[in-house]
């Protein structure tokens, strides 16, 4: 193995340089020491477990809840030369044993298990006899109740300190709110452990958000922006999931349906079609994870309104994971916020029902056309940003804005008379002069604040609420009750110290404009580019991987830019590594020969 995490970045994997905080955790994990990666989709996290793999003795133990991406990273660690493997209920027997005959052959620098197969008491006696370099919790956030996919067998994953108390513990997700962190800390008995975020920030994809009007109608006018790319459409229903697909395949469209109703093997081919880019657009069931780990994905819509925002982020942040520009379509109706209250409401306990539909609130009022879409997507995970994104549609198409000051100065004064310790509604009744019982019983209608806010609607009120949550002048803790409490930055705008210009609420989107197709600051030949694209996708097919197995998007981009003519030249393109030199990097190199000879 390489001397360095480095050497091995690069001549293993391909990659020229660390992303922000790999290379620290990387050491951290590597010493010896446990960690808590909190990392954006797309943005390296599983690098921060399987190069630490590579350089401690022994096998490392990933643990996944689902088998279908364990498959795609075991497949893309094979490609790079690296000893990998999974142990799930997808294996036939045989298959199984010579998995174990690996593992225990010391065959193997990863392991991929599910948390039900890695806590029976036979695989805990069987791994404690082996030398482990590691354990990852890969998707940590389904550890906690608070998390937007919390898996019951999830929680026994916190014995694992207590069978190997000397091995480095690494617990990773991309989703998780601060009451999230704090549990997974908890239960996986990390509280000591160095806590790494990277930031929530996907830059590459295009956030948007429409009144659902005619939603098939619509739909197919932003797929006629999108043709011949690989994207996934989300719907709330298995009926609904069949009838898009179906509409779509009516069409011409290369699209099929994915959802828990179909038989396993169904749903076995239509990943695998997604993967080779045989099918180019899955329709999905919200409630469902696909687990999908293709870099390819150029969008993502929402036909329906998921039921909160963690779930909205991670399937979202299927779209563009190579780096390159994606985008996010929500179709927003108001029908779809009773269809999910509805579901939510028909659980039995009552705790979780409570942060479920304060959850599907945030969604709510992320979507409704206030700011930034991104400044709101971050500030829900507490995130804050200084300035807007100009790659959103709120950017792109702002709303109408005025001086906002003195009505935030009310609601925040509001905020502070009423002691920090009501939610939004009872806020807004004080402002607005309610005289309900317990406005009187509370002697609420005696504070200075009471009915200075009589001549707004409460529609009003409730938007510019949501707005400063987003923009980081209000907290609502989610853990208690929603309540309202002031931050550090509404200091300036109660003081006077500060100017605040909000936005009007309107009804309907505006005019798109269209996404820009460079990717990466290249300007690259965009017909080179799809000529290798059949290349890989003629190997792909030739070896039995996915395309994106041989070489990402953002890999061929880079070789339409730079024209690689050679070995070294070859190696410099990112996602090139020694292995997959040796094992395409030939056949790339002369299709570029052939090209440039043709143009010349």
């Known amino acids: 193995m390489s001397s360095t995490p480095l050497e091995t970045l690069q001549t293993v994997f391909g990659y020229r340089q660390f992303r922000p905080l790999q290379q620290q955790i990387i050491e951290t994990v590597v010493q010896g020491r446990d960690a808590f990666v909190l990392m954006p989709t797309g943005g390296g996290k599983s690098l921060c477990f399987q190069i630490p793999a590579l350089h401690r003795c022994g096998v490392a133990i990933v643990v996944s809840p689902l088998i279908s991406l364990m498959k795609d990273q075991v497949d893309a660690l094979n490609a790079n030369g690296v000893r990998a493997a999974y142990y799930n209920s997808s294996l036939k027997s045989d298959e199984a044993r010579q998995v174990l005959a690996r593992l225990h052959n010391d065959d193997l620098d990863l392991l991929y298990v599910a948390p039900e197969r890695l806590m029976s008491e036979t695989f805990i006696e069987r791994l404690q006899q082996i030398p482990l370099s590691l354990i990852a919790v890969d998707e940590a956030h389904c550890v906690s109740q608070w998390g937007h996919d919390f898996r019951p067998e999830y929680v026994k994953l916190g014995q694992l300190r207590q069978h190997f108390p000397q091995l480095p513990l690494i617990a990773l997700t991309a989703t998780a709110d601060p009451q999230t962190r704090q549990d997974i800390l908890n239960r996986l008995c990390l509280t000591s452990a160095p806590v790494f975020i990277s930031g929530f920030d996907r830059p590459n994809i295009r956030y948007t958000v429409v009144d659902k009007q005619k939603p098939f109608a619509q739909l197919e006018q932003f797929l006629e922006q999108h043709r011949e790319e690989s994207g996934i459409v989300y719907a709330l229903s298995r009926k609904r999931v069949d009838e898009i697909a179906g509409k779509l395949a009516g069409q011409g469209v290369a699209a099929a349906a994915y959802h828990a109703g179909l038989p396993a093997s169904e749903r076995q081919r239509v990943q695998e079609a997604f993967l080779r880019d045989d099918v180019q657009i899955v329709v999905a069931t919200v409630a469902f994870g696909m687990g999908i780990d293709k870099p390819n994905v150029r969008f993502v819509v929402h036909y329906d309104l998921p039921k909160n925002i963690e779930s909205y982020y991670q399937e979202t942040g299927r779209a563009g994971r190579d780096g390159l520009a994606a985008e996010a379509l929500l179709l927003f109706g108001y029908g779809d916020i009773a269809i999910a209250r509805g579901l ?257």
Not at 358 to 366: F, G, I, Q, T
Not at 402 to 418: F, G, H, I, N, P
Not at 484 to 509: D, M, N, Y
Not at 510 to 532: G, H, N
């Open 344 to 600: 939510i409401e028909k659980g039995n306990n009552p705790d979780q029902k409570r942060i479920e539909i304060h959850k599907l609130n945030a969604m709510v009022s992320y979507a409704e056309p206030l700011t930034c879409r991104r400044r709101a997507l971050l500030g829900y995970f507490g995130e804050t940003t200084v300035e807007d994104c100009g790659n959103c549609d709120m950017c792109l198409n702002p709303p109408d804005r005025y001086d906002a000051t003195e009505d935030a100065q009310k609601v925040l004064s509001c905020v502070y008379r009423v002691g920090q310790r009501f939610g939004a509604k009872h806020v807004i009744d004080v402002l607005r002069g309610s005289q309900n019982q317990r406005i009187g019983q509370l002697g609420h209608d005696r504070l200075s604040t009471f009915a200075i806010g009589k001549d707004k609607i409460q529609d009003a009120w409730s938007s510019l609420i949501r707005q400063l949550v987003h923009l980081g002048y209000l907290y609502q803790d989610v853990a208690n009750y929603s309540i309202l409490k002031l931050t550090e930055s509404s200091r300036a705008v109660l003081t006077g110290q500060q100017q605040l210009e909000l936005a009007r609420p309107r009804v309907k989107a505006t005019s798109r404009k269209p996404v820009k197709k460079r990717a990466m600051d290249l300007d690259y030949d965009e017909e080179l580019f799809q000529i290798l694209r059949q290349r890989r996708k003629e190997i792909a097919d030739e070896t039995s991987v996915p395309p994106f197995v041989v070489f990402s998007d953002a890999s061929l981009v880079e070789m339409a830019f730079y024209l690689p003519s050679h070995e070294e030249a070859m190696l410099a393109i990112n996602g090139v590594g020694k292995h997959k030199m040796a094992k395409y990097g030939q056949q790339f190199i002369e299709t570029i020969l052939e090209y440039c000879a043709e143009e010349s």
